[in-house]
């Protein structure tokens, strides 16, 4: 292995199973890694790792979430534009976000359900600025939308965020709007199509597709607008998968919900 910072990452074969043979990576463009890893951020078809230099990405980035202009597909990990989530970076569907040292949010990608949030429906392979964001500390993206959680912890969603939960065409955001909450919000995930916050009173607040129970309220009804209170209390962390959420409770115990498990339950870590 070279470097310091040499990633090894398990595989998923096409018939489901997992490959425990680790995949190296070494996570820089032009040579081996002189700084550790931070951070992994894995996303629908790529996946990315900061490092002391920025943000470096590989995978099916044809999409242009690179931000530098560049459409390509590559085993080999390349940088992000300058800048370009400096201060946080997700992966969308096909689309990236991130928030500069300004603290502002950006983002790169497809475009066609505006998911860039910059009231447009044309793709961008070159960060483009959501329109009515204000400076944030986190960004997250589902499989069409994103989420921001800016500084004072209010939090405002663009792209399909709306989802009814069903076949119907899902309503559109063209530029952000705020989600209300009965109180800021202090930590921020997002699924494929649902977003949770965890606020400060460590509650847990969703909103969008229901359909597998994945706002966690005991109930498959979808909520494209208004948030509802999972229930689960004492909520120190949360991460959201596809269809599913998972929250780290104060007394080390973890409830899971959504596909695969049904209403909020227990799970053992």
């Not at 910072?5 to 018939?15: N, R």
């Not at 096909?94 to 860039?116: E, P, S």
């Not at 949770?196 to 979808?222: I, Y």
């Amino acid at each position: 292995m070279r470097g310091l910072g040499v990633l090894a990452v398990c595989s998923i074969a096409a018939c489901g199973r997992l490959d425990f043979d680790p995949v190296v990576i070494d996570a820089a463009s032009d040579g081996p890694l002189t700084s550790c890893i931070e951070r992994v951020i894995a996303g629908h078809s790529a996946t990315c790792v900061r490092v002391a230099g920025g943000i470096q990405c590989w995978g099916r980035l044809r999409h242009g979430q690179l931000g530098t202009g560049a459409e390509i597909d590559t085993y080999q990990p390349q940088a992000v534009a300058p800048g370009f989530g400096a201060v946080d970076f997700t992966l969308g569907g096909r689309f990236a976000c991130g928030i500069g040292t300004d603290d502002r949010v950006r983002c790169a990608g497809k475009n066609g359900d505006h998911q860039l949030g910059d009231g447009l429906t044309t793709d961008s392979p070159t960060p483009v600025t959501p329109l009515n964001v204000t400076a944030s500390l986190r960004v997250v993206a589902g499989a069409r939308h994103a989420c921001a959680m800016t500084q004072s912890g209010d939090v405002a969603c663009w792209g399909c965020v709306l989802h009814p939960g069903t076949q119907a065409p899902c309503p559109m955001v063209s530029d952000a709007f705020a989600i209300t909450l009965p109180a800021p919000a202090v930590a921020i995930t997002a699924g494929n199509r649902h977003t949770c916050v965890l606020l400060a009173d460590r509650t847990l607040w969703c909103w969008g597709d229901n359909s597998t129970g994945q706002l966690g309220d005991n109930t498959t009804t979808s909520s494209p607008s208004v948030a509802v209170q999972a229930q689960v209390d004492d909520v120190v962390a949360v991460s959201g998968g596809r269809e599913h959420v998972c929250a780290l409770r104060s007394d080390r115990s973890v409830w899971c919900w959504g596909t695969g498990f049904g209403p909020p339950r227990w799970r053992s870590a």
